[in-house]
C-alpha cells in the first residue's frame, strides 16, 4: 500500500535515508568489539537510523527517536533482536555527549564519514583544507535544482507560477539566469508545469560540457552517454530544436524514461536508439544510418567522487581497482566515438569526477596516441568553492596540420 505524505514528511524521510548512507562510516565508529556480534542487515538497519537521529539528525529529540526507532523494529525483528536495538540506542543515548566530544578529535575520514581512501587522494591533490571542505559540502543536505526549458517559458514567469502555488524558490548562484533552488520535500511530479515540460531537474554543473558544445540550430549532435537526459534536454534547447540530438545508451530500461520526457518538454529534434559506445562495432548502425556528428557529448561513467551530496553511497563503491576499470572505459568510449565525428567538428568529454586519472590525465593521455585531436578548451568545477556538483569537461577538436 502506498502510503501519502506531504512534503515535511517526505524531507525527514529522505534525510534519514540519505543521512545514513552519508555518515555509515561515523555511525559504526566506537561499536567494534562493544558488541559480541555484528547484527544482521536489518538489525542494523535500525541501528543506524536510531544512531543518525540521536548523533546528527537536527529536530529530532533524541529519547524520541529512540521510541520510534524501537517501536517500527518491533514490526519487523524478532524480540531478541529489537531488545538489542533497545539497549545500544539507549547506552548511546546516556553517552551523546562524551560521543560529540570525542568525534572532533579523530581523523578527519571518521568525523567525516568518509573513506580514507579519497581522503588521502584529496589531501594531495587540493591540500588538506580544502579537502576537509570539500568533505563537508559533500554532507550537507543536496538542493533539488532545476533548469527552467526556455522553449516553454522565461525564469521569470516559471518563478511567478511558484510564487502562485505557494512555492518558495531562489535562483541558484552558480546561474541565477537559468537555475532555480526549490525548497527540501518538494515533490518534482506535483511542481506547476511539469505536464507540459517546463523545466528539468538538473544541476548548474551539468552545462559545462553542453556549453562546450558551442551548439547553433540546425547542428547533428550525438549524446552518447545519454540517460537520465539532462544534457541531451539541454542540448535540444541550445540548438532551438532545430537540427538533431541522437541519445544513445547501452540500457534499454533507461531510454524508456528518457523517451517519455523528451515528449513532455516537446523536443522533437531528439531521436532515441539503444546502442553501446564502447566499441566501434557497438556503433556500427549508428555510423552506417546517420553517418558523422558536428557534435559528440560523451559525458562517461565515472567514479561520481563530484556528487557525493546527491550519491552518498558512491563514497563506499570507491576503489583503486574499480577507477582504473572505469579509466579503461572512458578511453574505449573516446576511442570509439570520436570516429563519429565531422573533421570540423567538435567533441566533448565529460565526467562527474573529481578524480585527475578520469579528468585531465584520461585527456592527456588519450590525446598523446591520438596526435590528430588536441585539447581547445577545459571547464572544471570544484566545489565547495564553484558552489555547484563537481565536473570536469573538455572540447577536444581535430589538430591543425
Not at 520510534?68 to 539507549?90: C, H, M, P, S
Not at 537520465?228 to 532545430?242: D, L, M, V
Request: with cysteine; proline share 6%; glycine share 8%.
Amino acid at each position: 500500500r502506498r502510503v501519502q505524505c506531504d512534503s515535511k514528511d517526505r524531507a525527514v524521510n529522505q534525510e534519514g535515508g540519505y543521512g545514513v548512507s552519508r555518515w555509515k562510516r561515523l555511525l559504526g565508529w566506537g561499536w567494534e568489539g562493544r558488541v559480541a556480534r555484528e547484527p544482521d542487515p536489518q538489525a542494523k538497519g535500525y541501528r543506524l537510523g536510531g544512531l543518525y537521529q540521536i548523533r546528527l539528525m537536527d529536530g529530532v529529540p533524541p529519547q524520541a527517536a529512540v521510541n520510534e526507532t524501537v517501536e517500527a523494529a518491533k514490526t519487523d525483528l524478532d524480540a531478541a533482536r529489537t531488545r538489542f536495538i533497545n539497549g545500544v540506542l539507549r547506552n548511546a543515548l546516556r553517552k551523546v555527549d562524551p560521543i560529540r566530544d570525542s568525534i572532533s578529535k579523530q581523523p578527519l575520514g571518521i568525523r567525516t564519514s568518509h573513506p580514507d581512501l579519497l581522503t588521502r587522494r584529496w589531501e594531495g591533490e587540493f591540500g588538506k583544507e580544502a579537502t576537509a571542505a570539500l568533505c563537508d559540502w559533500n554532507n550537507e543536505r543536496p538542493s533539488v535544482v532545476l533548469r527552467v526549458n526556455a522553449l516553454r517559458t522565461s525564469l521569470q514567469d516559471y518563478t511567478a507560477r511558484l510564487v502562485e502555488a505557494g512555492i518558495d524558490a531562489h535562483p541558484h548562484p552558480a546561474s541565477p539566469e537559468n537555475f532555480l533552488i526549490l525548497p527540501a520535500g518538494v515533490r518534482v511530479r506535483d511542481l506547476p508545469g511539469y505536464t507540459d515540460g517546463q523545466f528539468a531537474i538538473q544541476d548548474p554543473a551539468t552545462l559545462l560540457a553542453v556549453n562546450l558544445l558551442d551548439l547553433r540550430p540546425g547542428l547533428h549532435v550525438l549524446d552518447a552517454c545519454a540517460a537520465p537526459g539532462g544534457k541531451t534536454f539541454a542540448c535540444a534547447e541550445q540548438i532551438r530544436n532545430e537540427g538533431l540530438v541522437l541519445a544513445v545508451d547501452r540500457h534499454a530500461d533507461r531510454l524508456d524514461q528518457l523517451r517519455a520526457n523528451a515528449t513532455r518538454m516537446g523536443f522533437k529534434c531528439v531521436s532515441i536508439t539503444q546502442a553501446d559506445a564502447t566499441t566501434k562495432a557497438g556503433l556500427s548502425n549508428i555510423a552506417s544510418q546517420r553517418g558523422r556528428f558536428d557534435r559528440i557529448l560523451l559525458d562517461v561513467p565515472c567514479s561520481n567522487t563530484g556528487v557525493l551530496r546527491r550519491r552518498p553511497d558512491a563514497r563506499w563503491r570507491f576503489t583503486e581497482k574499480r577507477l582504473q576499470k572505469l579509466v579503461g572505459v572512458q578511453s574505449r568510449m573516446l576511442n570509439a566515438c570520436s570516429k563519429l565525428l565531422k573533421p570540423d567538428g567538435a567533441l566533448v568529454y565529460s565526467t562527474c569526477s573529481l578524480e585527475p586519472e578520469e579528468n585531465s590525465g584520461q585527456i592527456e593521455r588519450w590525446i598523446s596516441q591520438n596526435p590528430s585531436f588536441r585539447i581547445d578548451a577545459e571547464s572544471v568545477s570544484i566545489p565547495p568553492d564553484s558552489g555547484m556538483d563537481g565536473a570536469y569537461a573538455a572540447r577536444l577538436v581535430k589538430a591543425r596540420k
